[in-house]
């Protein structure tokens, strides 16, 4: 395919799907390869949401671990 015929493929595209080539084009990647990108917490923020999770979800977490 030339790059003529992929420009004129791409012209047709719905604007959510033009946003999604316009992205890649900018800055190389695609949203799966950016989704599949490790994301890290800091310890002190992982301590208070697990604090939270136990506080709020205290009766579940009892059951799951029977």
Do not use: C, H, W
Not at 3 to 11: S, T, V
Not at 26 to 40: I, P, T
Not at 45 to 65: F, P, Q
């Amino acid at each position: 395919m030339s790059a003529a015929e992929l420009i004129e493929q791409i012209k047709t595209l719905p604007p959510a799907e033009l946003e999604k080539v316009r992205n890649f084009l900018l800055n190389g990647e695609s949203e799966a390869q950016r989704d599949q990108e490790l994301k890290y917490i800091d310890p002190e923020t992982a301590r208070r949401l697990g604090e939270k999770v136990m506080a709020t979800n205290a009766e579940l977490l009892r059951r799951l671990a029977q």
